[in-house]
């Protein structure tokens, strides 16, 4: 299994839908898991940490499922300003040094 | 809010030229981290940086790469000899613990 992996997509959806990107990892002694967005030729800006089960903010939700080393991003409500490319993004190396291990990022286009 | 900056914004350079690229980590931040992104390709870690010192480095920081923090707000990456592969972005990123990671708006390496 690779370090993160996530479908690469596009997922095109209509404004207002609902959409859910997956993610896998194979570090199952992760502890912390994140979401990143990066819009194109920007940097990755922070979305969303997980640390338990599940995070939530506003139309954002994040599920974290440790037995199948599994991460999803769930966007209700779509909107023109979600297009982006997502990122899952996972600790990586020896201890506690900060290294991320970035996945290739999935793809988002919301069409009006 | 306070945010990472990065200069140059974009540095053409020729083969075997050194190049610095520069950093202003977030204040408060004690953790620094240089990442690249190759043009279509995924984000990939190249070093982390505490208390004056490195960390933890990738297989890509070589013994062309090194970092340095010559004073108390800048956080600096050097290329010593640069090869036609270094072209890519570079994002500069930082936090208060081995977590949550802001992004700088990246330089843009072309070597030619």
């Known amino acids: 299994r690779k370090e993160v992996e996530q479908d690469p997509g596009p997922f095109n959806v209509p404004e207002g839908a609902t959409v859910a990107f997956n993610c896998t990892y194979s570090?199952?002694?992760?502890?912390?898991f994140f979401w990143y967005r990066q819009d194109c030729r920007k940097e990755p800006k922070l979305l969303m940490s997980?640390?338990?089960s599940g995070n939530e903010d506003g139309r954002f939700t994040a599920q974290l499922n440790r037995a199948s080393q599994y991460i999803s991003l769930l966007i209700r409500d779509s909107k023109l300003s979600d297009s982006a490319t997502y990122l899952c993004?996972?600790?990586?190396?020896?201890?506690?040094?900060?290294?991320?291990?970035f996945g290739q990022g999935t793809t988002l286009q919301v069409k009006p | 809010e306070p945010e990472v900056t990065q200069t140059p914004s974009h540095q053409v350079t020729q083969m075997g030229q050194e190049v610095i690229l520069r950093c202003v980590p977030i204040?408060?931040?004690?953790?620094f981290y240089w990442y690249r992104q190759i043009l279509g390709q995924k984000v990939e870690f190249l070093v982390s940086f505490y208390n004056n010192e490195i960390s933890e480095k990738s297989e890509i920081f070589d013994d062309q790469f090194s970092v340095e923090r010559p004073d108390g707000s800048n956080f600096t990456l050097k290329i010593r000899s640069t090869k036609l592969e270094d072209s890519a972005m570079y994002f500069c990123?930082?936090?208060?613990?081995?977590?949550?990671?802001?992004f700088g708006p990246g330089t843009r390496l072309t070597v030619t």
């Open positions: 990123a930082s936090s208060k613990i081995p977590d949550e990671q802001y």
């Open positions: 997980v640390y338990s």
């Open positions: 993004v996972v600790p990586g190396g020896s201890g506690n040094t900060g290294k991320l291990i």
């Open positions: 570090n199952s002694a992760s502890q912390s």
């Open positions: 204040s408060n931040h004690l953790y």
